[in-house]
Each structure stands twice: as C-alpha cells, then as structure tokens.
C-alpha cells in the first residue's frame, strides 16, 4: 500500500516559537493532502485541504495565519505552527490521496505529538 | 448539524465477538468508513461501504443501513491486539470526511 510519512514524530517547544512539520508520500504523487488534529480522546478534526500548487483550504475556526500550510511539491506538504501555545499541544496527522477524490484510499501519516511548555 | 454516535467504550474478551455500533445524521451520503487507530498513532483503514449489506474481510465485518444511518464494525476471535479505538467516518454530500467521536475496545484475556 501507499505509504505516507511524517516529520519529525514527536516535537517538544517552548512557547511562543515556531514548528514546522513535514508529510510526504513516499511511493505515489499526492495531489491533495489533509492535516488533522486530534486532542486526547477526541475525534479526529481537519484542520485543512491542501492542494499541489494552490492555497490550502480552511475549515472554520481554524486560523490560518497561525497554522501555515504549503504543499509545494506533489509528494510534500508542511504545517507550521506559528508561535505555539500550551493550547496547541495536540497530534497532528496528515493524510493524503492521489488522483481523483476517493476517501476510502486516504493514506495517514504516523502523526505528530506536539507538546508546547 | 451533522452528528456521528459511538459508544465511548466497550470491553469484551479474548476470542469472543464484539460489535461496535455506529448512527449518523450528515447532509447526504456517499459512504461510512471504518478506521482502527491504535493509542498515539495514525489510524488505519478497514473497511468503507456505501451500499446497503454487510461487506466481510477476514475476522472484521462491517454492515450498513442507509435508511436507519446506522452501521456497526463486527470483530471476531478478538486478539489482545485488536485493543484499540475504532473510528467511524461518513463522507457527506459536499464529499467531506465527517469523523465519529470513536469507541475505545478493551480486550481482556
């Protein structure tokens, strides 16, 4: 199967600084990329869609300035998380497709466990 | 609005069967995936349906009723390895992935 991975796997910040994490497709192009959040036991939240090329689309409430995503290449997207609060810590996890839109072929990522002091 | 019901936690045995049920109220439907996500990681996929019926892959099931928005993921000869959380997923009309909250299943020996 597709294999998707992501960098680092888990991060520790101080407050107030910057994290950049990576997803990339090792074996297929991903033409659309999507980044989740999920707190302790809860679901699984998007935070955005993420298209080879163009400007990643929001979901509301989610405050694009702080959460930067760029998807420059088709087998790489990042997430950087602007100065990051105690309230952002949380695991992200990317997910990504090729070709058409086909949700029962979303391939995740290991996630990201991001604790900020 | 839209809503995805699990129960939060279920406990069975080892080699026993379990059924993990799952009620949706979405705007349109285009499918109901189920996912496993072990604790800190990714989740994985297991099975999508999108057509009425019951769709079986080795010990995991999954059944579907669109006019009851209902579905449930079947586990059989549960392993201590299947102690996981188990995820349902309904794609919308707008083609969304609308997530369930997750049932936690503990397996004991």
């Known amino acids: 199967g597709a294999v998707v991975s992501q960098h680092p796997s888990w991060v520790i910040c101080k407050s107030g600084t910057s994290v950049k994490i990576e997803c990339r497709s090792l074996?297929?192009?991903?033409?659309?990329m999507f980044w989740y959040r999920q707190f302790p036991k809860q679901s699984l939240m998007l935070m955005a869609t993420?298209?080879?090329?163009?400007?990643?689309?929001?979901e509301q409430g989610v405050e694009k300035d702080k959460f930067l995503i760029n998807h420059a290449s088709l087998t790489l997207s990042t997430l950087t998380v602007t100065s990051a609060h105690p309230e952002d810590s949380s695991f992200y996890i990317c997910s990504a497709i090729s070709g058409t839109v086909s949700y029962n072929e979303q391939f995740f990522g290991p996630g990201t466990r991001l604790t900020v002091l | 609005g839209q809503n995805i019901d699990q129960p939060t936690e279920m406990t069975a045995t080892e080699g026993a069967i379990v059924q993990i049920n799952c009620t949706y109220q979405?705007?349109?439907?285009?499918?109901l995936l189920w996912y496993q996500q072990h604790a800190g990681e990714a989740p994985t996929f297991l099975s999508y349906n999108v057509l009425d019926g019951l769709e079986e892959k080795g010990r995991f099931s999954s059944f579907l009723s669109r006019s009851k928005g209902y579905s449930y993921l079947l586990l059989k000869e549960l392993q201590m390895k299947d102690s996981a959380s188990y995820l349902c997923a309904v794609i919308d009309s707008n083609y969304q992935l609308i997530w369930g909250a997750g049932t936690k299943l503990i397996i004991k020996p």
């Open positions: 993420s298209n080879e090329g163009s400007k990643a689309t929001y």
């Open positions: 074996d297929f192009q991903a033409t659309t």
């Open positions: 979405t705007s349109g439907f285009n499918g």
